[in-house]
């Protein structure tokens, strides 16, 4: 099944969304939670896996959809279908700060492998799967467990990133070595490895873990520079504790400062 085309404008800086224009009867698949806004005509769907094989009966709808449950995605997909006779648009919007990163799967021969929760939305026809990871190491090590998300076809998928986004060419048998979290995807001749930081004071005190990935080419490799993993336990690690205001509570500096920016609660 060839993928729908579709029509996309990327919005933003720091918090993109994509706005993407449907033809009459055309289909744009989504993560839950991701949608924005849409014109009137639209209907949204909501529908097992990612819709690709809907000849393949209620069996194969249900492979589909527990291939998703395996990367930590819901059962569920939402498509949204332009009902009008005229062009029709609906919006995407990145679930945390970053940038969105469009895929036209004909220029990776097909296929593109990425982290399993960067998946945004796709054309109609773009098929969301697993790829499970042929290295133990991998899946014991690597953040990432034994599975990634693969997405196949030959229309436009969107996958977004946390921070400032880079897209490194790798040549035949070069390496970059990554932490495992900042990876957003590569092209599928990339060779992906687990590779121990090694050294006790680079284990214990180094604060970077104990493993980083390592991506050998030929292929296009894109890295994120924040996580959402290492923007979450900043969070966590600035939050209120129990019995306490905040966590310069005990800060001359501090209090001054709840004083000056009008943070008066008591």
């Not at 995407?92 to 929760?117: E, H, N, R, V």
């Not at 945004?120 to 998300?149: D, W, Y």
């Amino acid at each position: 099944m060839r993928a729908h085309e579709i029509d996309y404008e990327i919005f933003g800086e720091e918090m993109q969304y994509v706005e993407i224009e449907l033809d009459p009867q055309e289909i744009v698949i989504a993560e839950a939670g991701s949608f924005m806004m849409m014109d009137n005509n639209i209907q949204m769907q909501t529908i097992f896996g990612d819709g690709s094989q809907e000849q393949t009966g209620i069996f194969g709808k249900l492979l589909s959809a527990g291939k998703r449950v395996l990367t930590g995605e819901s059962l569920f997909m939402t498509a949204f279908i332009n009902q009008n006779y005229g062009k029709a648009k609906v919006s995407f919007a990145s679930p945390y700060p970053g940038k969105i990163l469009p895929i036209d799967l004909t220029q990776f021969s097909g296929k593109f492998i990425c982290q399993k929760d960067a998946f945004l939305c796709a054309a109609k026809g773009v098929s969301v799967g697993i790829e499970f990871s042929k290295k133990l190491g991998r899946g014991l090590f690597g953040g990432e467990g034994f599975i990634m998300q693969k997405i196949e076809g030959d229309g436009m998928a969107f996958v977004h990133s946390g921070g400032t986004m880079a897209k490194k060419e790798l040549k035949a048998g070069e390496i970059l070595k990554v932490d495992t979290g900042c990876i957003i995807g590569f092209t599928q001749d990339i060779d992906y490895d687990i590779e121990f930081i090694g050294g006790i004071r680079n284990s214990i005190f180094g604060g970077e873990g104990l493993f980083y990935a390592t991506l050998r080419g030929p292929g296009t490799v894109y890295i994120q520079s924040l996580p959402f993993s290492r923007l979450a336990d900043r969070i966590i690690a600035s939050a209120p504790k129990a019995g306490g205001n905040s966590r310069d509570e005990g800060s001359l500096l501090g209090g001054l400062g709840n004083l000056l920016d009008g943070d008066n609660r008591f």
